[in-house]
C-alpha cells in the first residue's frame, strides 16, 4: 500500500501526551485538536492539566512518570475515557547541566528517571492499548541527544541518546502490529525546561531558547506533521533547529 494522501485531519484519533502541563507537550495537545485529534494529558501537577484538558474537551490524568503503578493508572484512565488509544506523544522530561566531575548525583538519577525509564513506563503500560488497531509513538529527545552540545550537558545527552536507542528497538518491536515509532529531536525550544536555575550553563541556554530558539509549538506542529503520514510512512527521526540557532 503506497502512495496514500491524508487529508491533514487526525480525524478524533486519540493519544495520550505525557509533559503535557506545560511547553511542547501543552503545545502538543493544543495542536493535535486543533488537526481534529483527541487528547489525554499527563504530567504531575493536577492544576495545569485539568485546566488544559477542560479548555480542549480532553481526559485530565495526572501522573508521576517515575512512579510505575501511577503510570499504569494514569494510562488505563486515558484509554477509559478516551475509549482507547492511537498514539502516545511521550514528552516529559528534565535537564540538569553540569560537568561530570561537579555534579550531584541525584541530578543524574533524575535524568534518567524521567527521561528513560518515565518514557519506558508509559509506553509499556500504552503498548497493549496502541496495537489494538494500530498507532504513533512519538518520543521527544533533544539534538543533544545526537550529538554532545557542550561539555555540561554530557549527562542529559546521555539520557536523551538512550531515547533515540530505545525508539529504535521499539519500532523494530512494534512494525508487525502497524505501530510507528518517530523520535523528535529538537535543538533549544523556549519553554519552562530551564526553570529558574542561576548556574552559568543553564542561564546560558535560557537566554539562547528566548533569543534563538524554537517555539513550542513549531515542535507540536511537527508532531502532528508525523501523525498525520500516511499509515506507511513511518517518519524515523525529526531534528530540528532554529535557524537562527
Ligand atoms: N526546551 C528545550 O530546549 C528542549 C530541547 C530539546 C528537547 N526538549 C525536550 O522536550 C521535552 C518537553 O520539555 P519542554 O521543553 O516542553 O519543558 P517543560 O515546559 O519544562 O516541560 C516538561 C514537562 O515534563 C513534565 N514532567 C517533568 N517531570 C515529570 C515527571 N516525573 N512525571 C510526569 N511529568 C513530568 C512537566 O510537568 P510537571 O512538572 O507538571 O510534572 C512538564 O509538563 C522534554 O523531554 C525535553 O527534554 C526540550
Keep these: 500500500m503506497t502512495g496514500q494522501e491524508t487529508d491533514g485531519r487526525l480525524h ?41 484538558a477542560t479548555e480542549l474537551d480532553g481526559a485530565a490524568v495526572p501522573a508521576d512518570v517515575t512512579d510505575v503503578d501511577g503510570v499504569g493508572a494514569a494510562v488505563e484512565e486515558a484509554a477509559s475515557q478516551l475509549g482507547g488509544l492511537d498514539g502516545l506523544v511521550n514528552a516529559a522530561g528534565a535537564m540538569r547541566a553540569g560537568r561530570i566531575a561537579d555534579t550531584d548525583p541525584a541530578a543524574w538519577r533524575l535524568m534518567f528517571d524521567v527521561n528513560v525509564l518515565g518514557l519506558l513506563h508509559v509506553t509499556q503500560a500504552a503498548i497493549p492499548h496502541l496495537r489494538r488497531d494500530g498507532g504513533d509513538v512519538v518520543n521527544i529527545s533533544s539534538m543533544s541527544g545526537r550529538r554532545v552540545g557542550s561539555v555540561e550537558m554530557a549527562a542529559y545527552a546521555a539520557s536523551k541518546a538512550a531515547v533515540h536507542t530505545v525508539s529504535e528497538g521499539l519500532r523494530r518491536e512494534l512494525s508487525d502490529d502497524g505501530v510507528r515509532v518517530t523520535v523528535v529531536a529538537p535543538g533549544v525550544v523556549d519553554t519552562d525546561l530551564f526553570g529558574d536555575r542561576d548556574d552559568e550553563t543553564t542561564s546560558r541556554l535560557r537566554d539562547k531558547a528566548r533569543t534563538e530558539g524554537l517555539g513550542a509549538v513549531d515542535v507540536a506542529s511537527a508532531i502532528v506533521g508525523v501523525l498525520l503520514a500516511p499509515p506507511h510512512v513511518v517518519h524515523v527521526e525529526v531534528a530540528m533547529l532554529s535557524i537562527h540557532q
Design 12 to 52: 478524533g484519533r486519540r493519544v495520550l501526551i505525557t509533559g503535557a502541563s506545560s511547553g511542547i507537550g501543552a503545545a502538543t495537545a493544543r495542536a493535535i485538536v486543533a488537526a481534529g485529534g483527541r487528547v489525554a494529558l499527563l504530567a504531575r501537577r493536577p492544576e495545569p492539566v485539568q485546566e488544559l
